[in-house]
Each structure stands twice: as structure tokens, then as C-alpha cells.
């Protein structure tokens, strides 16, 4: 006969193995969607739109892709936040989910709460570049200038607040730099400011700004993350440098779900994105968009996100930028 313990025992395995069969036996049961926060045809509309068609594959389910641009990704959040939690409606999270939590005073949902991480799906590396008569040649030389010339380097992102920025930002307070951020809007005014003289370096996701490296116009001195470049196997990383050991930025994207999706359906998802991206042609194809392929746990998406969350909000606090 069994005993107390081992009758409990039983019971908790065999709801475990339950919940396991529910979420591969029955999910999903419908087309799921993928909510993107950026308009079609940027890279995180092509990331999400090139995993969809593979998943879609391992799961039996179309996966529709739903882009809601705008609002700094408020409304694609507060749609997932507030969808039925059964794994069906998904949100492209990216590091600007994490921004948001250091930028907005208030939000219609708390970024780390309400959703169930799933899995990371890429990274993106960061760039400095210059104009192509520039004379400074390398990263090094650049930043040894802004340190010997405080107020003279002027640097380039695009709109105060976005992780461009930010990553400037943050050289500049970890570097020593006494230089300018200059915000531009958008990433042509940024090229053009740079090719015209207005500014001497600018700070950029690589992929934009790939065609006018490729057609020396502009230089690529550093990317912000933990490797080179795979293509570019010469370009440094910030971190390469003396004092800046720890530096470490890269944009990125995941997938994440309402928050009280049963954890099965949650695992399951990050099982099959993990084997979309372990495909070597999925690699292929996503480094064509300039991203790195990358899955995680759900537990490890959640703590880049709580990294990225405190991360952002000292720099916004440091940078004096006001929430909006």
C-alpha cells in the first residue's frame, strides 16, 4: 500500500506528465499570431516573419504574422498582455521592451509580469562608424580623441530614447567621454549627417547601415556586442578596449506570451523555436538580415530582460532623459 508521500508523489507526476501530453497532444489548436511592434520589412518583421514559416512547420499550425507598429511598442504589448493565455497570440518582445520600462512613466503593463518569456531568437550587432575620409582609422584612435578633446566628438543616433541612443549614452559614461549625443530622426538623416561632416561618428544597428559600408562611404570602426562580426572577422568589439572589458550591447529580439500561459505550452514553444533556430539554412538565411541567430530558455530570456530593464533605466537616469 502506498503511503501519504508517495501517493502525493504519484499525483504531481502524473499531473506533470498530464500538463506535457495537454500542451503536445492538443496545442495548438488553431493558426497562432505573432505580434510584431515595428512595421513590415524591417529586420524584426523579417526575423519574426522567417521563423513563423519554419514553426508553423513543427507545430501543424499556420503562424500569421500581426504587425502594430508605434507608440514605442505600448500597443503591441498591451494587446499580448491582455490575449487569452493559451499560447496562441505571441509578442515579438526586443530590447525596446526593456527601454519601455525606464521611458514611460506609466504603461498598460508591466514588461517583466505580464508575459511568459519563451525564447530569444537573434541578436543584432550595434556599430560605430565614421565617414570614410575620417581620421581617425580605428576604434581605438576615436576614442582616444573624445578623451584627449572633451566637447569636440560629435556622435550620432537616431530619436532620444531608442537603444541606439542609449548605447551611445552609455560609451560615453563608460568610455570617459566628454562628447556630444546628437539625435537625429531616422537613419538616413543620421548617414546623411555623417557623410556631410556634421557629426564625426555615429552609433547604429549594423544592418541599416551595411550598404554604405559596402560602398565606402562610410567606415566601420567597433560593433557593442561579445564578437566581431562573423563576416568581418578584422572589426573589433568595444569591449576590446582598455577600462571597457565589461561592455557588452546588442539589440535583440524573442518571442514571449500572456503571462499565465501554462508553463507545458510555454516550454513547448521554446522547444520548437530552439530547433527552428539550431537549422542551419534558418542561420543562413537570418545572418542575411544581419542577426545572429541565438535561442534561449524561458528563464534565460527572463533574465536578460531583467538586465537590460535595470541596465536602461540607470542610463535614462543618468542621461537626464525625461520619461515620457
Known sequence: MLNRRQLMTTALLSAGFSNMAWAQGTFPTKPLRIVVPFGAGGVADLTARAVAQQLSIYLGQSVVIDNRPGAGGILAGELVAKAEPDGHTLLLMSNGTAVSAGLFKALPFNP?????????????????????????????????????NPGLLNIGTINIGSTQHLAAELLRTQANLIAQIIPYNGTPAVINALRGGQIDAAVEILGPVKPQINAKAVRLLGVMGVKRPPDQPQVPVVRELPGLSNFNVSSWNALAAPSKTPKAVVDRLSAEVAKVLADPAMVQRLAGFNVQAQSSTPRQLAQLLDTDIQRWSEVIQKAGIPQQ
Not at 562608424?129 to 584612435?141: D, G, I, R
Open 112 to 148: 517583466r509580469t505580464d508575459f511568459a518569456p519563451v525564447s530569444l531568437l537573434g541578436l543584432f550587432d550595434i556599430a560605430i562608424v565614421v565617414p570614410e575620409s575620417s581620421p581617425h582609422k580605428s576604434l581605438t584612435e576615436l576614442i582616444s580623441f573624445g578623451r584627449a
